[in-house]
């Protein structure tokens, strides 16, 4: 079990799970981009050693597989598991409390640990000697990837009051004063946006502690999505296998366990502009209004280092993030959702935008005809469930005579179309949320969704080849079979919604009648990127549409507030008002090559 950062990383070199770049590197944009390449490569963890214009150290890719995560909370992975299985199913230690006396020591002994104040192990620094790292070209300036973002309920103070969270902070750049300010990207209905509007109410600032590095489990700690009633700050102490250690110095948390901590205060109504910044839908969050935070002090430890991840088109490190969090947290939607058996937000399309479910289905066995009942419950619970909440596309079945797997995604979507009844499993919600990184909908935060429901018998073969009537469309070209059942085809470049609708009612009047087997047509920029791979389908045709907007269909009708169709057809273009995708700089890429050349430090990574 790990102390600090430094042993992790000290435990991962000795073991062949990490490598040293001696080599000086640039901050701008170089660390990220070797970061990706050796992510791509199912490489190591990376420590870089000679940062230009810092001199402390960084290290990203920790968890950039499952393997090398479960390595490293190997001593205390089960008996997490253990407890956090309790949390969600307390009766279970009621029925066999001999078998759960080892979790409930692990549990107190994960109570927080407060500290005096004048042991904290720092010295105060300025935010300018920290690595000033640039992810993307069009980036607003240098980003933190990996805080603790803590704060405390100011109804309630206290550490079993806290939250801590993982949100982007921006360093520079914009509007901020250097060492004065930094910029906190985070939503409203987040733990710290509930904290800023109590503090608001008090017409008071709200304190914030921003902690970096220290045990992986801390870090990893701050993106859990835990059982009610279960702190972050005792998860961290559960997984690190040792109490969280802290002290307050001028009023404000400190880790004793981190590397760097950044306190400083949010002020009522305090706001400046941030980014852009290189997401992990794979376009630029554009620039908006956010939260910034007055700097008060920063700390570093001796042999500070800075951990960071990049966040681009999935996959990448936060894929891994997200496969953790799932293997920790076991059946917990389950338990949250009754008669859900799966849900699994799809990486490949940005894990927000896209959504597939296996439910139950008990309302209708004795009907003629088998269709969705139960299941449109379970997908209203689904859409209100924290994060699940922000998705665009929800596809939903229950299993019938064969078991589903929602991860095989082409077996999964096989299923559904052949049994999708157009004219009735069609749900739409407009004007509702989305996630805020998402630029496909009416505004920031503001989108549709729409829930595809299929049950029953299967209702067609789906095409295997595309249908004839496609190779003569007009300006819809170039169409390309992505799976059985789903076609793709170009269109002219979008102009506007209006002209949208009316092309792809010309292109539906061609087809009308003559695709039945094809259900569900793309039309995008290049059918060739789509049609390539499974990740180009899903990446594009979900994070490029807005259901309200870019769906339309076949001999489409209204009945008694209901839409449906023969075909659907999706709109995957890209529109006006989306955000520009990440592309990297060829000069960058071109100049990173000397890390991998014979005798860099990660030649190996090539061989």
């Known amino acids: 079990m790990y102390r600090n950062l430094e042993e992790c990383v000290k435990d991962l070199e000795e073991n062949g799970h990490l490598l040293r770049i001696t080599e000086e590197v640039d901050p701008h944009l170089e660390m990220a981009s070797i970061h990706l390449k050796v992510y791509e490569a199912g490489g190591p963890a990376l420590l870089f050693e000679n940062i230009k214009g810092s001199n402390y150290q960084a290290v990203s890719n920790l968890f950039g597989t499952v393997e090398r995560s479960r390595y490293i909370f190997r001593k205390t992975w089960d008996r997490v598991q253990n407890v956090v299985a309790l949390r969600n199913d307390p009766i279970k230690a009621m029925k066999h409390p001999f078998q759960n006396i080892s979790n409930g020591f692990a549990a107190m002994n994960a109570l927080p640990s407060k500290k005096k104040a004048n042991t904290a192990p720092f010295k105060e620094i ?219 937000a799809v990486d490949a399309a940005g894990v927000h935008p896209l959504l597939f479910a296996i439910g139950s289905e008990r309302y209708t066995p004795f009907e003629e005809v088998k269709k969705p009942a139960e299941l449109l419950t379970i997908s209203n619970r689904i859409l209100g469930t924290g994060q699940l909440s922000l998705a665009k596309f929800l596809f939903i079945t229950a299993e019938q005579d064969k078991p589903l797997n929602t991860h095989h995604e082409i077996d999964f979507l096989t299923h559904i179309l052949e049994r999708l009844d157009l004219h009735r499993d069609l749900h739409f919600q407009t004007k509702t949320t989305i996630d805020t990184l998402d630029y496909s909908g009416e505004g920031l935060n503001s989108g549709s969704k729409v829930v595809i ?112 169709c023969d075909n659907m057809i999706v709109d995957a273009r890209i529109k006006p008002h989306h955000a520009p995708p990440l592309l990297p700089d060829p000069e960058v890429e071109k100049n990173i090559e000397r890390f991998f050349d014979e005798g860099g430090s990660l030649a190996d990574i090539r061989k």
């Open 126 to 344: 300025q935010l300018t000697d920290l690595p000033s790292i640039q992810h993307w070209p069009k980036d607003g300036g240098a980003f933190i990837t990996l805080p603790q973002v803590y704060t405390e309920d100011p109804e309630k103070p206290g550490i079993m009051n806290s939250n801590l969270g993982m949100y982007r902070i921006q360093l520079d750049g914009n509007e901020y004063e250097v060492n004065k300010e930094v910029g906190l990207h985070y939503q409203i209905h987040r733990g710290i946006g509930i904290h800023q509007s109590k503090a608001t109410k008090q017409n008071k600032p709200l304190k914030v502690s921003i902690f970096i590095g220290g045990p992986p489990a801390h870090t990893l700690s701050a993106v859990m999505p835990l059982p009610e009633g279960l702190s972050e700050m005792t998860f961290a102490g559960l997984l690190a296998g040792r109490r969280f250690r802290y002290s307050y110095m001028d009023g404000y948390c400190i880790s004793h366990d981190a590397d760097f901590v950044i306190t400083g205060e949010i002020y009522p109504d305090d706001t400046k502009p941030e980014g852009p910044f290189g997401d992990h839908l794979g376009y630029y969050s554009l620039t908006h209004e956010f939260p910034v935070m007055h700097i008060h002090k920063v700390y570093a430890k001796d042999n500070a280092i800075l951990p960071f991840t990049v966040v681009g088109r999935p996959p990448q490190e936060d894929t891994s993030f997200g496969e953790i969090i799932h293997k920790i947290t076991g059946d917990a939607v389950k338990q949250e959702i009754p008669g859900v058996k799966e849900v699994h």
């Open 453 to 564: 429901a299929a049950y029953g018998d299967k209702k067609r073969e789906l095409c295997t080849e595309v249908p004839a009537i496609f190779e003569n469309t007009g300006n819809f070209t170039n169409p390309h079979l992505i799976m059985p059942g789903v076609v793709a085809v170009e269109a002219p470049v979008f102009r506007d919604y209006d002209t949208a609708a009316e092309e792809c009612e010309a292109f539906a009047q061609v087809i009308n009648g003559e695709v039945a087997n094809c259900p569900l047509i793309i039309v995008c920029d290049d059918s060739d990127f789509l049609s390539a791979s499974t990740r180009n389908f899903l990446w594009a045709t979900f994070t490029r549409s807005n259901p309200s907007h870019d769906i339309h269909g076949v001999n489409s009708f209204y009945k008694n507030k209901h839409w449906g």
